[in-house]
């Protein structure tokens, strides 16, 4: 596991509490004792205005066909979460080399970096 790859992964819910299955970019490998990985949120509803650190992934372009997502999703960058290793259920594909460095920088702009 390694950041740029996608995997379906139990993802936290908000203030409700619980997790749902779902597509996310891993930010990060395994860190620590306890394997935990930094993620981002990845939605196939498009929010009717994107913001900023949101990145849109068209599997139907050249540049993202290794997503191997089903539909055109974006990359929510502003909801991350920390999950154990043992969440992902199994890998999707990856991002290119030039949705990582957009990934990068949005996260700088994003995180006051």
């Known amino acids: 596991m390694a950041p740029g790859e996608i995997h379906l992964a139990e993802f936290p819910l908000g203030a409700g509490g619980g997790t749902k299955l779902r597509p996310v970019l891993l930010l990060t490998g395994p860190v620590g004792t306890v394997p935990e990985i930094l993620t981002a949120y990845i939605s196939s509803v498009m929010p009717p205005q994107l ?53 990068c920088a949005k996260l700088r702009v994003l995180l006051g970096l």
């Open 51 to 103: 913001l900023p650190s949101d990145i849109v992934l068209d599997p139907r372009t050249a540049d993202h066909a290794t997503t191997n997502l089903k539909t055109v999703s974006v990359v929510r960058l502003h909801k991350l979460a920390t999950i154990h290793q043992r969440s992902i259920v199994r890998m999707l594909g990856t991002v290119s080399v030039a949705t990582e460095a957009d990934v």
